[in-house]
């Protein structure tokens, strides 16, 4: 018996020591040849060689399992020290990212809509001449659809020019009142100093079952709109033409750089354009067979803001992904 309790002692592992236990509790084990041999047993010296085998049998099984649980903590704590992860070790610091400029912009512009009540309306990138010019009063043939170069796919449809023809989508798909905005992508066959062909607008559309919207009200809301955006800025109102809006405007701030003192940004009139606007032309409420309506719109360019507001002297620049340039915007 000394000679097991010595082996499962020195047992070095968890298979070990089962192995060991086998050969005294299995089938043919010491044990079992010990049970085995009391059948040639008589009276008293089988009763005594049973009591020293069950005996045996307790003290080996209680060996045995007080060894298996000091190898299996000795494995646990071998695996965990192998797996340990040195959490204080030093890595390569990560640099962090930044919301490209002109997205923080537009999320900026959006934010200032948003808390005034206009819901986000969003329309397709390929659009089709109906939504991108017709309904909006940009007959086929006509002059002024001169005023964007469009890119058309082969199929007639195009890449929308504007953010409008989400106007139209959402006039055909609801009733007034309507007080939206349409941020997103547009494209134009331009590219200079100001122009890329990919860039970013601001739609703004607002319809009342009645003719109660008028210039005036377009007015106090853009005032309102470019204050916040721009600060303590005078805004003007210039007579202008869009198809979809009569009368049309253009919209001016006071220029944000020379205040009043004339530079190149303004070229010199102290005045710096911001966006588009107008009272929404009749034509277009009859392409969506709206009637007894009225309503106002307006519609920005977001890289234009951005450019203004961060002073990014030429616009391609925001779009070449020069870290240099957009680590300054972190
Ligand atoms: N769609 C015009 C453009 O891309 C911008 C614009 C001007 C939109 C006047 C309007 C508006 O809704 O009333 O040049």
Redesign the pocket.
Known sequence: MKDYIDKITHCMSVAELEKVRVEIFGKKGILASGFAKLKELDGDEKKEFAANLNKMRDELNECIESKKSKLLKAEILTKMQKDAVDVTLFNEPVASGALHPVMDVMDRIIEYFVSQNFSLETGPLIEDDFHNFEALNLPKYHPARD??DTFYLNDNRLLR????PV?IRKMLSTQPPIRMIAPGT?FRRDFDLTHTPMFH?V???VVEPSDNVSFANLKSMLEGFLKHMFGDVKVRFRPSF?P??EP?AEVDISCIFCHGEGCRVCKHTTWLEVL???VVDPNVFSAVGYKNVSGY???LGVERFAMLLHRVPDLRSLFEGDLRLLEQFR
């Open positions: 005023m964007q020019t504007h953010t409008s106007q547009v607008q739609e703004g559309l869009f979809f809006t049309s588009g606007c107008g719109a307006f519609g």
